[in-house]
Nanobody
Framework: QVQLVESGGGLVQAGGSLRLSCAAS????????MGWYRQAPGKQRELVATLTNAGSTNYADSVKGRFTISRDNAKNTVYLQMNSLLPEDTAVYYC???????????WGQGTQVTVSS
């Protein structure tokens, strides 16, 4: 059974930084493409950043230059470093793992990020 557990969310002032972590249990981490998504109140869930198991990254235009996704395969953990936070970054952030080999998608429970102006 694969479980993803996010941590690191919280309340921060605009311009501040947070680092989210997502710890994965199970044995799929090294072969999974990992990603962060977010969902603001009244909006659809949207992609924030992805990092494939080959090391390729992709970012939403709204976070380019401010957020950085990284992974530590030895710790089965993916990170999202968020700098220069804006009030519009306020959302629940979800960790995602996609394993192409078995076409399975896994989600964490989400962590709240609130940016005050």
């Amino acid at each position: 059974q694969v479980q993803l557990v996010e941590s690191g969310g919280g309340l921060v002032q605009a311009g501040g930084s947070l680092r989210l972590s997502c710890a994965a249990s199970g044995n799929i981490f090294s072969i999974a493409d990992m990603g962060w998504y977010r969902q603001a109140p009244g909006k659809q869930r949207e992609l924030v950043a992805t990092l494939t198991n080959a090391g390729s990254t992709n970012y939403a235009d709204s976070v380019k230059g401010r957020f950085t996704i990284s992974r530590d395969n030895a710790k089965n953990t993916v990170y999202l470093q968020m700098n220069s936070l804006l009030p519009e970054d306020t959302a629940v952030y979800y960790c995602n793992a996609y394993v192409t080999l078995i076409a399975r998608n896994y989600w964490g429970q989400g962590t709240q990020v609130t940016v005050s102006s």
